[in-house]
């Protein structure tokens, strides 16, 4: 019997849904990941970037021991959220053409989900070093707060929310 292009190939079942195979999804969900990973590399990168260059400026001498502590932490948080962000990208090169995409864009999702939270406490970090050395204000925690929890609203509230409400049975 010929295989139609309409029909599974032996072996593959259809899901539901999109009506695609297990292989087919498995190319969709790498193609959108790849898509997302890109907006928050981009984002990481330029943070990272200029996190880096701060060590450098002579204004960083005159930083209390607390400042000076948060910055290292906020470098560090950087270096790893590039890695988690990236990873997902050596996973696919190593990977590739072991027939094993279903199990790696899952690794992949994790690492793009770790990497999300990494960058939510990288991002935090900077925001609570700028503000305390633009300002020296006790309201900086409060602010740097009502910031992260905006992004978990957005980051992770709304899209489980709505993975919840709208998910089919």
């Known amino acids: 019997m010929t295989h139609s292009g309409s029909e599974p190939a032996e072996g593959q079942v259809r899901r539901r849904g999109r009506n695609e195979t297990e292989e087919e999804r ?15 590399q981009m984002g990481v990168q330029i943070l990272f970037g200029f996190l880096l260059t701060v060590v450098f400026q002579p204004k960083y001498e ?3 021991d607390t ?3 948060i910055y290292l932490i906020t470098v560090v948080l950087g270096a790893v959220t590039t890695g988690a962000l990236i990873g997902p990208v050596s996973l696919h090169r190593l ?3 072991r027939r094993v995409k279903p199990q790696a864009v899952r690794w992949a999702s994790r690492l793009t989900v770790l990497g999300l939270v990494l960058l939510l406490a990288t991002t ?8 305390r050395v633009a300002t020296h204000d006790g309201f900086v925690p409060y602010l740097v ?25």
């Not at 935090?124 to 503000?131: N, P, T, Y």
């Not at 707060?145 to 049975?169: M, N, Q, S």
């Open 26 to 40: 498995a190319d969709r969900m790498w193609t959108e990941l790849i898509q997302e990973v890109r907006v928050a």
């Open 62 to 64: 005159s930083l209390s």
């Open 67 to 69: 400042d000076q502590t």
């Open 95 to 97: 990977v590739s053409g």
């Open 124 to 131: 935090a970090c900077s925001l609570l070093l700028i503000l």
């Open 145 to 169: 707060t009502g910031v992260v929890l905006w992004y978990l609203l957005c980051w992770f509230g709304i899209p489980l929310w709505t993975r919840h409400r709208h998910t089919a049975r």
